[in-house]
C-alpha cells in the first residue's frame, strides 16, 4: 500500500487479557518505530528496529509490551495482561533510515475495560 | 533526559487571527526539530522541519525557525483558516542517532471559527 497500515483501528479487550497490535510499513522502509499516545503522557516512544538489528527496547514501559518484526516488514506489539493504563492510541511511524522522515500510520485504539 | 515542552491549550482563534504556539527544547547536542499535525479523525503528519541552528522550516503558511540561543522552534503562521484546526505538537530528534525516536511535547489543540 500507498501509506503504514495499522490493524485493528480499535480494540476493546479486558483486563488481564493478552493484545496483539500490527502494522504493515510501507515498502523499502527499514527502521519502524511504535509509539504510545495516551492522555496523560502524550506521545511516547516504546520501541525501534532497524533491519536486521536487535530493537531498541529502552521506550518499553514494562516487561508485560513486547515487539517483533517479522522479515523486515510487519510488526507485532504485545501486551500481555493487559492494565487499565494501557488504555491509549498506539502509532507506528517507519522511515527509510532514522536520518529521514517518519511516516505514521492511523493508530490502533486500545480501551481496557 | 531530551524533553519537549510546547503551550498548552486548548487555543481558539478568529479566522485570520495570527497564530503562535510556542515550543522550546531540552537535549545534550543539538537535535533537528519537527512540527507534527493531526487533524480530526486522521494520522500524525509532517508540517514542517528544521536540522540545524538558524533554519527556517515553512509549509502550508506555517514557519518556525530554529533559535540554538534561545532552545525554541515556535510555529507561527499569519492568517489562520478554519481548515487549521487540528493538534500540533513539537518534537525533537537525533537524526541519525543509534535510534532517530521523536521526543514529543504534549501537543496543542487549536480550533478556529469562522
Known amino acids: ?113 | 533526559g531530551d524533553s519537549v515542552t510546547q503551550m498548552e491549550g486548548p487555543v481558539t482563534l478568529s479566522e485570520e487571527a495570527f497564530l503562535t504556539i510556542n515550543c522550546t527544547y531540552t537535549a545534550t547536542g543539538y537535535p533537528s526539530l519537527f512540527w507534527y499535525v493531526q487533524y480530526p479523525g486522521e494520522g500524525l503528519q509532517l508540517l514542517l522541519k528544521a536540522t540545524k541552528a538558524d533554519d527556517k522550516g515553512s509549509n502550508k503558511g506555517f514557519e518556525a525557525t530554529y533559535r540554538k540561543e534561545t532552545t525554541s522552534f515556535h510555529l507561527e503562521k499569519g492568517s489562520v483558516q478554519v481548515s487549521d484546526s487540528a493538534v500540533y505538537f513539537c518534537a525533537s530528534s537525533f537524526y541519525g542517532g543509534s535510534q532517530g525516536n521523536l521526543i514529543f511535547g504534549k501537543g496543542t489543540k487549536l480550533s478556529v471559527k469562522p
Do not use: M
Open chain 1, 1 to 113: 500500500g500507498a501509506g503504514v497500515s495499522q490493524s485493528p483501528s480499535n480494540k476493546v479487550t479486558e483486563k488481564g487479557k493478552d493484545v496483539e497490535l500490527r502494522c504493515d510499513p510501507i515498502s523499502g522502509h527499514t527502521a519502524l518505530y511504535w509509539y504510545r499516545q495516551s492522555l496523560g503522557q502524550g506521545l511516547e516512544f516504546l520501541i525501534y528496529f532497524q533491519g536486521n538489528s536487535a530493537p531498541d527496547k529502552s521506550g518499553l514501559p514494562s516487561d508485560r509490551f513486547s515487539a517483533e518484526r517479522t522479515g523486515g516488514s510487519v510488526s507485532t506489539l504485545t501486551i500481555q495482561r493487559t492494565q487499565q493504563e494501557d488504555s491509549a492510541v498506539y502509532l507506528c511511524a517507519t522511515t527509510v533510515s532514522s536520518y529521514n522522515e517518519q511516516f505514521f500510520g492511523p493508530g490502533t485504539r486500545l480501551t481496557v475495560l
